[in-house]
């Protein structure tokens, strides 16, 4: 059974578009987190949900919108794509706000063209 | 703010050792965790340290030495499986209300040759 799981796991698209991507995870976890991996690796957290409840949000555009409907998914809605806006997104987990043994969904490419 | 320094490549041969170096400069320093990331996959957590010494898990090991913001991953007996990228990350405690944040080094790219 997957742990933690995105769709989908590529996405391309053309500037101005809105886009979503899932995550769910049944791991039990209380705690789901939103990444961005960029072209040079870097990964770098963008929101962390802790009990469907908004913990972290990180300097983001506001383009960028969370949604946690329930513990188990958080969903990522990114309105008017931008170019900049290419990058690899991760989703993680963890049992609670600690950030301790995290486990990563698989990843969404997004490529804006 | 947060600084994580980590060397940028390493290359190291089948069935040596290798040390993998991450310094830190945090305030609210609340631990270090280590995770290795293949290319084109997600990240998977190896290890965690929040008081100073080693932590010993199979052929991997990772040290802390909080007075000198160091921290060390060493991989014994490499395998070829074991090229990849080490992410040190940070965790930090901030603020009254306990907020935790993490931030992620860019990683240490290691090729094992043959």
């Known amino acids: 059974d997957t742990a933690v799981s995105q769709t989908p796991k590529y996405l391309v698209t053309q500037m101005g578009n809105d886009k979503s991507i899932k995550c769910e995870q049944n791991?039990?976890?209380?705690?789901m987190y939103w990444y961005k991996q960029d072209s040079k690796k870097f990964l770098k957290i963008m929101f962390s949900y802790n009990n469907k409840e908004l913990i972290i949000n990180e300097t983001v555009p506001n383009r960028f919108s969370p949604k946690s409907p329930d513990k188990a998914h958080l969903n990522l809605h990114i309105n008017s794509l931008e170019l900049g806006d290419s990058a690899v997104y991760f989703c993680?987990?963890?049992?609670?706000?600690?950030?301790?043994?995290?486990?990563f969904g698989p990843g969404t490419r997004l490529t804006v063209t | 703010g947060q600084n994580i320094d980590q060397p940028t490549e390493m290359t190291a041969t089948e069935g040596a050792i290798v040390q993998i170096n991450c310094t830190y400069q945090?305030?609210?320093?609340?631990?270090l965790f280590w995770y290795q990331q293949h290319a084109g996959e997600a990240p998977t957590f190896l290890s965690y340290?929040?008081?100073?010494g080693l932590e010993e898990k199979g052929r991997f090991s990772s040290f802390l030495s909080r007075s000198k913001g160091y921290s060390y991953l060493l991989l014994k007996e490499l395998q070829m499986k074991d090229s990849a990228s080490y992410l040190c990350?940070?965790?930090?405690?901030?603020?009254?209300?306990?907020?935790?944040?993490?931030?992620f080094g860019k990683g240490t790219k290691l090729s094992v040759i043959p």
């Open positions: 791991l039990g976890h209380d705690t």
């Open positions: 945090t305030s609210g320093f609340n631990g």
């Open positions: 340290n929040v008081l100073d």
């Open positions: 993680a987990s963890s049992q609670d706000i600690r950030f301790y043994e995290q486990y």
């Open positions: 990350a940070v965790r930090s405690l901030e603020g009254g209300a306990g907020s935790y944040q993490l931030t």
